[in-house]
């Protein structure tokens, strides 16, 4: 059970990979456009607004990673940060 939870939870972090490769343009797809608008388009923020946000998502990836390498090793601490990591990560998918 472990071993899966930690799966789960490395696979999350690199589903939000694509959060970061596309707004720095290291991978172009139809499915997921290069744009600089967030929220529907309602908030432009401009291509260095994108990168820094791109920035985000890649630092849920890696936490997502971390989280599942804390359930593997069990450590205490990885309930809590994979329970903040969701919230973040539900509000850059709102977000996006």
Same mark, same amino acid.
């Given at each position: 059970?472990?071993?899966?939870? $930690?799966? !789960? /939870?490395?696979?999350?972090?690199?589903?939000?990979? %694509? &959060? #970061?490769?596309?707004?720095?343009?290291?991978?172009?797809?139809?499915?997921?456009?290069?744009?600089t608008t967030i929220l529907?388009?309602s908030v432009d923020l401009?291509?260095?607004? $994108?990168? !820094? /946000?791109?920035?985000?998502?890649?630092?849920?990836? %890696? &936490? #997502?990673?971390?989280?599942?390498?804390?359930?593997?090793?069990?450590?205490?601490?990885?309930?809590?940060?994979?329970?903040?990591?969701?919230?973040?990560?539900?509000?850059?998918?709102?977000?996006?």
């Open positions: 059970m472990r071993w899966l939870l $930690a799966g !789960l /939870l490395v696979a999350h972090g690199i589903a939000h990979v %694509v &959060g #970061f490769v596309v707004p720095w343009k290291l991978l172009a797809s139809k499915e997921m456009p290069y744009r529907s388009g401009g291509e260095t607004g $994108a990168r !820094l /946000l791109g920035l985000v998502w890649l630092g849920v990836a %890696v &936490g #997502f990673a971390i989280a599942g390498a804390g359930v593997l090793a069990r450590v205490s601490w990885w309930y809590g940060v994979a329970l903040a990591l969701v919230v973040v990560s539900v509000a850059l998918c709102v977000a996006g």
